[in-house]
């Protein structure tokens, strides 16, 4: 389908800015903004189109990418697109059960080349599977199915140790350590007196225990870990999670309660309310922790003012025994979102402190994208050949304004994990690491 001539002045006019210089150009093409939902088409240039300027419309990050860059693709990649016509599966058959190649797994590399540089670690763009035809005639497997772009999964793959982490990404399905499911927390509760957990869960696991070991007089460093932040969400139709939750709250409570570790290893984030949640029992005033904007319309470099966000204290029937304790969070490569938000809290606080590795890259907060009560900003969806884009609906920096997005947020005290050594001795060199901070005096090795 040709541009319509309105399309091409706007295009002329972006390149004009393009070459006289000056701050980022905005090229809006004259489809009309529709929401969350963005129409599909079998015409690929129209695929390409579509996406270009629901990116340019939603993606809150264009501040941190090159000038101009997201107008060079447009460039460098319409006419490609355009070349391929009408979309077609990468390997289908004629009448004649003949198989012919298609053109969709080009279309995915494109897309694929284009996204790498960008540096919202939030950033995912799923496709349709019916593109990309696995099986012959016979039933033989031919091929696999490219199925989701993140830029962030590739750099995070590319750390040392990322591997290793990959750990606390378990389901909990399995009690064989060499199974990729298996349930870690049987190792971690080597160290714990009367733990407790949900067991396997589709959306929330959670964990917690006492660390009694070399304290003595009754006191105890309490353990929490949860695998997403959906406490809020769940905590009324989950009894199992309430108990464990119940029990974690009631242990900050005791007169012995000494130390709190809250693991956040492998914590795919999600409701920000979690965070206050957990810290706000240690708390005696409001706590800034970060600074949120997001887009204001779809221009894209047209934002809201830059908010605080605090968190509130506990009423004082919900503080702590003891408000003033050491606060560790263990983190690693695949601490993503919320619970990377919850480090920079943790940071904030008078006694607390990060161990472990890395976190991910995505501070920012990710909304639903048939959301229809936003107006821009964040993700959106299609019943094209891409389907769903997910993405940060906010921006989130530091209360120094530093932005973490597409790097992560370095531990206070960077500490390994030996994933050899965790599954075989069931040796935890991180949980270790954090036991020993609040606690000097308990001997580094596994004699405690």
């Not at 070459?19 to 529709?34: A, N, Q, S």
């Not at 033989?140 to 993140?150: A, H």
């Not at 962030?152 to 982490?165: A, H, K, L, M, T």
Request: hydrophobic fraction near 35%; proline fraction near 6%.
């Amino acid at each position: 389908m040709k541009k319509s001539a309105k399309q091409f002045i706007y295009l002329v006019f972006a390149l004009v800015l393009f070459f006289t210089g000056g701050c980022r150009p905005v090229v809006m093409l004259d489809k009309p903004y529709e929401g969350r939902h963005y129409a599909g088409s079998y015409k690929l240039s129209e695929i390409f189109d579509t996406f270009w300027q629901a990116m340019n419309n939603n993606y809150v990050y264009w501040n941190l990418e090159t000038e101009k860059y997201w107008n060079s693709v447009y460039d460098k990649y319409y006419y490609q697109f355009d070349d391929m016509g009408l979309l077609t599966p990468e390997l289908f058959y004629d009448e004649n059960e003949m198989p012919i190649t298609g053109n969709a797994l080009t279309a995915y590399t494109y897309f694929k080349e284009m996204l790498a540089p960008l540096h919202d670690g939030n950033l995912s763009v799923d496709f349709k599977k019916m593109f990309f035809i696995t099986k012959n005639p016979n039933g033989d497997d031919v091929g696999s199915f490219p199925g989701q772009i993140c830029p962030q999964d590739e750099r995070v793959s590319g750390r040392p140790g990322s591997n290793d982490s990959k750990i606390f990404l378990s389901d909990w399905s399995s009690d064989d350590p060499t199974d990729p499911n298996w349930n870690f927390f049987t190792a971690v509760s080597t160290y714990l007196t009367n733990s407790r957990s949900t067991g396997s869960a589709p959306v929330l696991r959670a964990a917690t225990g006492r660390i009694t070991h070399s304290l003595g007089d009754g006191k105890f460093i309490s353990y929490f870990y949860f695998s997403s932040f959906a406490i809020k969400d769940s905590y009324s139709y989950r009894p199992e999670l309430k108990s464990v939750v119940d029990v974690f709250s009631d242990s900050l409570k005791q007169p012995g309660f000494s130390g709190l570790i809250i693991d956040v290893r492998g914590n795919s984030g999600g409701n920000f309310d979690d965070i206050s949640r957990i810290l706000s029992p240690f708390l005696e005033t409001e706590l800034k922790i970060a600074y949120t904007r997001t887009k204001k319309t779809t221009s894209p470099l047209d934002y809201t003012s830059w908010a605080p966000y605090r968190i509130k204290p506990a009423p004082a029937a919900g503080r702590a025994k003891n408000i003033h304790v050491p606060i560790v969070l263990l983190c690693n490569d695949y601490t993503k979102s919320s619970a990377e938000l919850l480090a920079l809290a943790v940071k904030r606080m008078p006694r607390g402190i990060v161990i472990g590795s890395k976190t991910w890259g995505s501070v920012g907060p990710v909304f639903d994208p048939q959301n229809t009560t936003l107006e821009t900003g964040g993700s959106f969806y299609s019943d094209a050949f891409w389907t769903t884009v997910i993405q940060s609906g906010y921006q989130v920096r530091d209360i120094f304004m530093n932005d973490y997005t597409g790097e992560g947020i370095m531990p206070d005290i960077e500490i390994p994990l030996n994933a050899s050594a965790f599954h075989s001795e069931q040796a935890d060199t991180q949980l270790e690491a954090a036991i020993t901070y609040i606690d000097p005096g308990i001997d580094p090795g596994r004699s405690f």
